[in-house]
Structures are given as structure tokens and as C-alpha cells.
């Protein structure tokens, strides 16, 4: 007669942290399958098992050799196993032991004979289950082999605990950004507020302010209102994107699009430093699939970044290209240049480089945030700059991006 092991006393606790994990009935995954055909190969065994123990069966996280995805609770070995979380758990000779002899898993299909458990036990001591070995001929485990053994559970439930720490990462990802949408949107709603009254009154749309100092106080009202915003819709982008929330709204759009729009934006802010905007355009150039309004934003940021480093009455070149690699975008100035160590700065998120020609600062956002939209086009971005020689922003989209003539 198959006897069941009974539950621990701490059996409530050992189901809740088993739940905590949100691991069962989880599709396989590698790193774990991988870990069980090392264990298989190590101990020689035709059968090996990530098993969990619920409530009233054994799920199976990994395994090889068997097809089953789970089994009674009541037949299962490592049932018993878990009662001694410090301990290997070996049965030599199923047939010889009273617990297991008349277990249909031993009379019948998969002919259990040997099996050895290695417990998965937790930080506070609960075994959650085990990494088993089986064959179907009695046996034992060579010393060597036991500690293999050993040595590959505590690999399972490291595993686990990288799991429950990426989903606690994720769901404090998910929680920042609920909290960044809605503080952006109290505060976008006064902002709004200020920008659209201090514009009348800089324009002096009901009559005049009475004294030139004000106008010039609504002025700057307005344009720290405007940057603030600025700062706000940078750092909610970069948001979306660490927590994998930024969806491409794709259209096929000609590549000169992007690029005049944001030059044309750019004029008066460039016009205000006597720097010159070229465009190098070849009038053959093709139409890509991607998101516009995405590229069009890492243009802004790139061209920005160029008139705040380039000092009055240089140049800033917009060019585009097509070759083998797909459609490359350059931004090129004749700014003050970086070195590296000022480079890899730039490419950080929050990273600020202090100079005397950028006569204000930003959210430290643009070029990361630039480089995360690239990358999910499947692009590349890259940053040429020596000290003195200028920089130059280089974007490639990758071959697919293009579409074809005909299309």
C-alpha cells in the first residue's frame, strides 16, 4: 500500500512562500531545463526532475525522460524528501522500501527503482521541493555524485530567487510608472495653466502690462514653464522605456520628413546663436517603415544638443544616407567636442556635461533617451566627438526598416 507523507508543521508557511515565487504551471525556461539534463548526465540517470510540491500534487518545473507535467501529491517522492530539507533523500530499492513498494509509479510505468532528492530549500528553511534523480534499476550515488547534486539544487533556487526578484522589480517598475502618469498629469495641468497665460501675456493680447519688466518676467515665466515641461515628458519617456512600456506607433513615411520638421522647429532656437542648419538630402532617398513622431523626437534631441554645444556662428549638418547596413542619419556640429570620458557621461541617464557654451542645462535625458528609440527600431546609435573637432550623432535603421519603391 502507497503511504503518502503526511505535511510538516510548517506546511501553511512552506505553500505561501511556494505561492510567493509565482512559478507554478509556468512555461519551461532554459537556465532550469539546463540544470536538469546536467544533473541527468552527472549522476547517470535516465530521469531527472525540477519537481514542486502544491498543495496536492508534484509539478514538474523541468524534466527529462518523462512526459507527465505532474502527479499526485500522494505519490510522490519527493513529498517525503521535503520533510528533511537539509538532507539528500535516497532510496536504493523502491521495491525493498514499504513506503514506495506498492507505488504505481513503481509496479507500473515509470518503473521507479532508484531515486535521489536533493531538497530546494529556501532562506527561512522551507523546502519547496526538489531536484530528483530516478533510474529504473536499484543503485547508488557515488560521493561526488551526491554533492553534484546538492550543488545543482542550490543552482534551482537561485534561479527562483532571481525570479521573485525580477518580478518584484517589474511590479516597482509598473508601480513608478502609474505614479509618474499621474503626477505628470497634476502637474501638467497647471503648467498648461502658466504657459497659456504668461504667452498672453507676453504678446500682450488684453492691452498693455503698464511696464517693460514685466513683459520681460512673463517672458521668462513662460519659458522656464516651457522647459519644465520639457524636463516632465523626458523623464516620463525614459520611464516607459526602463519598465518596456514604450509602444512604436509604425507608418511608412519618406526619411526627409523627420528631418524638416525638425529643423523647422529648431530655426528660430538656432537663428538665436547665429548657427547656420545644413541639410545633406540625396533626392533619391527611399521611404522607411518606423515610428515618425519617434525619430522625428531623437532628431530634435540630436540637433538641440548640437546648437547648445556649438558656439555662436558655427553649423550644424543633418545628412542621411543609404548603404548596406540601411539608412544612416548623421548629426554633425562644429561644436566644442567630448572627450571620452565626457562621452560615456553624456550616454547615462541624468549625465550633464559642464561647459561654458551650453547656456542652459537639461534633464540629462536626450541622448539616452535618443539611443533607447533607436535600439527598439533595431537601429544602432553612436557618438563621434574629440575635444575641439565638433561631434557627430550617428543613427543607422537596419535594412528591413526600408521600403521598397514599389510598395
Given at each position: 500500500?502507497t503511504t503518502?507523507?503526511?505535511?510538516?508543521?510548517?506546511?501553511?508557511?512552506?505553500?505561501?512562500?511556494l505561492?510567493?515565487?509565482n512559478?507554478?504551471?509556468?512555461?519551461a525556461?532554459?537556465?532550469?531545463?539546463?540544470?536538469?539534463?546536467l544533473?541527468?548526465?552527472i549522476?547517470?540517470?535516465?530521469?531527472?526532475?525540477?519537481?514542486?510540491?502544491?498543495?496536492?500534487?508534484?509539478?514538474?518545473?523541468?524534466?527529462?525522460?518523462?512526459?507527465?507535467?505532474?502527479?499526485?501529491?500522494?505519490?510522490?517522492f519527493?513529498a517525503?524528501?521535503i520533510?528533511?530539507?537539509?538532507e539528500?533523500?535516497?532510496?536504493?530499492?523502491?521495491?525493498?522500501?514499504?513506503r514506495?513498494?506498492?507505488?504505481?509509479?513503481?509496479?507500473?510505468?515509470?518503473?521507479?527503482?532508484?531515486?535521489?532528492?536533493a531538497?530546494?530549500?529556501?532562506?527561512?528553511?522551507?523546502a519547496?521541493?526538489t531536484?530528483?534523480?530516478?533510474?529504473?534499476?536499484?543503485?547508488?550515488?557515488?560521493?561526488?555524485?551526491?554533492?553534484?547534486?546538492?550543488?545543482?539544487?542550490?543552482?534551482?533556487?537561485?534561479?527562483?530567487d532571481?525570479r521573485?526578484?525580477?518580478?518584484?522589480?517589474?511590479?516597482?517598475?509598473?508601480?513608478k510608472?502609474v505614479?509618474l502618469?499621474?503626477?505628470?498629469?497634476?502637474?501638467?495641468?497647471?503648467?498648461?495653466?502658466?504657459?497659456?497665460?504668461?504667452?498672453?501675456?507676453?504678446?500682450e493680447?488684453?492691452?498693455?502690462?503698464?511696464?517693460?519688466?514685466?513683459?520681460?518676467y512673463?517672458?521668462?515665466?513662460n519659458?522656464?514653464?516651457?522647459?519644465?515641461?520639457?524636463?516632465?515628458?523626458?523623464i516620463?519617456?525614459?520611464s516607459?522605456?526602463?519598465?518596456?512600456?514604450l509602444?512604436?506607433?509604425?507608418?511608412?513615411?519618406?526619411?526627409?520628413?523627420?528631418v524638416?520638421?525638425?529643423l523647422?522647429?529648431?530655426?528660430?532656437?538656432a537663428?538665436?546663436?547665429?548657427i547656420?542648419?545644413?541639410?545633406?538630402?540625396?533626392?533619391?532617398?527611399?521611404?522607411?517603415?518606423?515610428?515618425?513622431?519617434?525619430i522625428?523626437?531623437?532628431?530634435i534631441?540630436?540637433?538641440?544638443?548640437?546648437?547648445?554645444f556649438?558656439?555662436?556662428?558655427?553649423?550644424?549638418?543633418?545628412?542621411?544616407?543609404?548603404?548596406?547596413?540601411?539608412?544612416?542619419?548623421?548629426?554633425?556640429?562644429t561644436?566644442?567636442?567630448?572627450?571620452?570620458?565626457e562621452?560615456?557621461?553624456?550616454?547615462?541617464?541624468?549625465?550633464?556635461?559642464?561647459?561654458?557654451?551650453?547656456?542652459q542645462?537639461?534633464s540629462?535625458?536626450?541622448?539616452?533617451?535618443?539611443?533607447?528609440?533607436?535600439?527598439?527600431?533595431?537601429?544602432?546609435?553612436?557618438?563621434?566627438?574629440s575635444?575641439?573637432?565638433g561631434?557627430?550623432?550617428?543613427?543607422?535603421?537596419?535594412?528591413?526598416?526600408?521600403v521598397?519603391q514599389?510598395?
Amino acid at each position: 500500500m502507497t503511504t503518502g507523507a503526511e505535511p510538516g508543521p510548517n506546511e501553511a508557511a512552506r505553500l505561501a512562500e511556494l505561492a510567493a515565487y509565482n512559478i507554478l504551471d509556468t512555461k519551461a525556461e532554459q537556465a532550469y531545463d539546463d540544470i536538469t539534463y546536467l544533473a541527468s548526465q552527472i549522476c547517470g540517470t535516465p530521469i531527472a526532475l525540477v519537481s514542486l510540491i502544491d498543495t496536492d500534487r508534484q509539478w514538474f518545473k523541468s524534466k527529462v525522460g518523462v512526459e507527465a507535467e505532474q502527479t499526485s501529491r500522494d505519490l510522490a517522492f519527493c513529498a517525503h524528501a521535503i520533510q528533511r530539507p537539509q538532507e539528500l533523500f535516497v532510496v536504493r530499492d523502491a521495491t525493498q522500501d514499504d513506503r514506495f513498494s506498492s507505488n504505481p509509479l513503481v509496479v507500473t510505468d515509470p518503473n521507479i527503482r532508484f531515486y535521489a532528492g536533493a531538497p530546494l530549500v529556501t532562506s527561512s528553511g522551507n523546502a519547496l521541493g526538489t531536484l530528483c534523480v530516478i533510474d529504473r534499476v536499484p543503485r547508488e550515488l557515488a560521493p561526488s555524485e551526491r554533492q553534484s547534486l546538492l550543488a545543482l539544487s542550490r543552482m534551482v533556487m537561485a534561479q527562483m530567487d532571481l525570479r521573485i526578484s525580477r518580478d518584484r522589480a517589474e511590479a516597482a517598475d509598473r508601480m513608478k510608472m502609474v505614479f509618474l502618469a499621474n503626477m505628470s498629469h497634476e502637474i501638467r495641468t497647471p503648467l498648461n495653466a502658466i504657459l497659456g497665460l504668461s504667452e498672453l501675456m507676453t504678446i500682450e493680447a488684453l492691452g498693455p502690462l503698464g511696464n517693460d519688466e514685466y513683459l520681460e518676467y512673463a517672458s521668462d515665466i513662460n519659458a522656464s514653464g516651457t522647459h519644465l515641461l520639457s524636463l516632465i515628458n523626458d523623464i516620463l519617456d525614459m520611464s516607459r522605456i526602463e519598465a518596456n512600456e514604450l509602444a512604436l506607433a509604425e507608418t511608412i513615411f519618406p526619411v526627409t520628413d523627420p528631418v524638416e520638421t525638425a529643423l523647422r522647429m529648431l530655426a528660430l532656437h538656432a537663428d538665436g546663436k547665429h548657427i547656420a542648419l545644413h541639410t545633406s538630402l540625396p533626392p533619391d532617398l527611399p521611404a522607411i517603415y518606423a515610428d515618425e513622431r519617434r525619430i522625428t523626437q531623437v532628431l530634435i534631441n540630436l540637433v538641440t544638443n548640437a546648437i547648445k554645444f556649438t558656439p555662436d556662428n558655427g553649423t550644424v549638418t543633418v545628412s542621411a544616407a543609404v548603404d548596406a547596413g540601411g539608412v544612416r542619419l548623421e548629426v554633425a556640429d562644429t561644436g566644442i567636442g567630448m572627450t571620452e570620458e565626457e562621452l560615456a557621461t553624456a550616454l547615462t541617464m541624468f549625465g550633464q556635461i559642464h561647459n561654458d557654451v551650453a547656456q542652459q542645462s537639461g534633464s540629462g535625458l536626450g541622448l539616452p533617451i535618443s539611443q533607447r528609440l533607436v535600439e527598439a527600431h533595431d537601429g544602432t546609435f553612436r557618438l563621434h566627438s574629440s575635444p575641439g573637432g565638433g561631434t557627430t550623432a550617428v543613427i543607422t535603421l537596419p535594412p528591413h526598416r526600408i521600403v521598397p519603391q514599389a510598395a
